[in-house]
């Protein structure tokens, strides 16, 4: 059974969070479900490294809000991890197990039911900030982009909804790639997402790639064991891309330039 998780003092995630309650029982602090159980906490959530310390689940479903200096509005979700310094929660150089399936099944869910997201740009994001060290999938469920739609109730329960009804159903499976390149919103490995046959474990932007040595390297190709395939946006790889190709030539990764 998977956790979902929200920080009480992001207002995204807990109305996504309140609204999922409503229908589940509590005992002590967790919201007990069918498909999947649900715990409110007190710390943000990109620090909860400890999460597995007090909980023992499958797999961890964290619901927060998004920021962005842009102000674009978007509907995101990613994978955790760091690349360099943990500024943002997590460790060092150290990325988090994804969890590619229902990532796929979650950003397919949105798309499909766009009208009523009509100002909202559905994408996922690279992979970023913490937590890193859970031996669990995990993944971040986002609203974006400002404190209206943190605080628009009506909207957080509506992406709650499709979280519910995605949690609901057994994720199909689908082969796994890891991605390397293009930009924080990355739009081919969204597209992929969509439309493709893969889903994604950790998403390495191009900006990242300078810190791409063997051991972060390996580091990644162990985090994702279910891979099968290496994604790269052969455009967007930057001035790695030579590096990028000496490390997957060392693995049976398939490689895929897109």
């Known amino acids: 059974m998977e956790l979902l998780v929200s920080y009480q003092d992001d207002p995204a995630g807990h109305n996504m969070a309140k609204f999922l309650s409503k229908e589940m029982t509590q005992?002590?602090?967790?919201?007990?479900?069918?498909?999947?159980?649900?715990?409110?906490?007190?710390?943000?959530?990109?620090?909860?490294?400890?999460?597995?310390e007090k909980y023992d689940y499958d797999g961890f479903v964290f619901l927060s809000k998004h920021a962005a200096e842009s102000g674009v509005l978007a509907l995101t979700c990613h994978s955790t991890g760091n690349f360099s310094e943990a500024k943002f929660g997590g460790n060092d150089r150290q990325v988090a197990i994804p969890h590619p399936h229902l990532q796929k099944a979650y950003l397919q869910s949105l798309k499909k039911n766009q009208s009523k997201f009509s100002e909202f740009q559905i994408t996922i994001e690279t992979t970023h900030h913490g937590p890193t060290a859970l031996t669990k999938p995990s993944i971040f469920i986002e609203i974006g982009t400002t404190e209206k739609q943190w605080n628009d109730v009506s909207l957080c329960n509506s992406v709650a909804t499709l979280v519910d009804q995605v949690m609901r159903e057994p994720a199909k499976e689908?082969?796994?790639?890891?991605?390397?390149?293009?930009?924080?919103y990355p739009a081919k490995f969204t597209d992929e997402l969509l439309d493709g046959k893969h889903a994604l474990g950790t998403v390495i932007p191009k900006h990242a790639l300078d810190n791409l040595d063997g051991e972060l390297f390996s580091h990644i190709i162990a985090q994702n064991s279910m891979a099968k395939t290496a994604?790269?946006?052969?455009?967007?790889?930057?001035?790695?891309?030579q590096k990028v190709l000496d490390l997957l030539n060392s693995t049976e990764l398939e490689v895929i330039k897109l």
């Open 27 to 52: 005992e002590n602090n967790i919201f007990r479900g069918k498909y999947y159980d649900l715990l409110i906490i007190s710390t943000p959530a990109i620090s909860a490294d400890w999460l597995e």
């Open 174 to 184: 689908n082969p796994v790639a890891i991605c390397f390149g293009g930009t924080h």
């Open 231 to 241: 994604l790269l946006d052969w455009a967007g790889l930057g001035p790695n891309k």
